[in-house]
């Protein structure tokens, strides 16, 4: 059964700062990985979607890596401001398109 | 087309009496599924159609819970008898088969069960 984690649960930094989201999943044969962006009481915005052949995917301030071999993803946010501010959601897509989701990393982005 | 939408945004009932909620997804999308979320956890899966087939459903989806998707369109999702347990918030997602499977998802639908 697929797991996704996310370490931290949440962040707290300064503004300007670079700051790095993980997210780790059990099972490497992972179709594709998307990051999304929920604002409290909101649905999710897509941010990134990375597909397997991929290593990588660029959005202004926003990068995302995929490493199946060892089951990461990480999200770098540069030059971070305090609309940053949210919970950011990595989900794994299972065989049938399905979406398992982590459980969140709550973002503060103090001025 | 603006997007996914879903309709109401805030329902709040009383334990025992039935829900629905409809989703409409982006028009040319043939996938269309429903996630529940709890507070401070990630959405879970419920169900998903291609067209107007429902293809999988979650073990989270009890006898209770029935989804429709009559013409491989709007979608609809009602809860019977409902619980205190089932107050969450309700997203729907579509997508186009054969494309990336990228997800766009609603505002989703915050059920209050008193």
């Known amino acids: 059964k697929q797991e996704v984690t996310q370490i931290p649960a949440a962040l707290s930094v300064p503004e300007g700062e670079n700051l790095v989201l993980n997210c780790s999943f059990t099972d490497s044969a992972i179709y594709n990985l998307q990051w999304f962006r929920q604002d409290p009481g909101k649905g999710l915005t897509s941010l990134l979607l990375?597909?397997?052949?991929?290593r990588e995917q660029t959005s202004g301030r926003l990068n995302a890596s995929l490493d199946k071999s060892s089951g990461r993803s990480t999200l770098y946010i540069a030059a971070s401001q305090p609309g940053d501010s949210a919970t950011y959601l990595c989900?794994?897509?299972?065989?049938?398109?399905?979406?398992?989701f982590g459980q969140g990393t709550e973002l503060s982005v103090k001025p | 087309d603006t997007g996914v939408s879903q309709d109401p945004r805030h329902k709040i009932t009383k334990r025992g009496q039935n829900v629905t909620f409809r989703c409409d997804p982006i028009?040319?999308?043939?996938?269309l599924y429903w996630y529940r979320q709890t507070l401070g956890q990630g959405p879970e899966f419920l169900t998903y159609?291609?067209?107007?087939?429902?293809?999988?459903k979650s073990r989270l989806l009890s006898d209770r819970f029935s989804a429709e998707r009559p013409k491989g369109s709007f979608s609809t999702l009602e809860i019977q008898r409902t619980e205190q347990g089932d107050s969450a918030m309700y997203l729907c997602?579509?997508?186009?088969?054969?494309?990336?499977?990228?997800?766009?998802f609603g505002p989703g639908t915050r059920l209050t069960v008193t």
């Open positions: 028009s040319e999308h043939n996938r």
């Open positions: 159609f291609q067209n107007e087939a429902q293809l999988e």
């Open positions: 990375i597909q397997s052949s991929q």
């Open positions: 997602a579509s997508s186009y088969e054969g494309g990336s499977y990228e997800q766009y």
């Open positions: 989900a794994d897509y299972n065989q049938g398109g399905k979406l398992i």
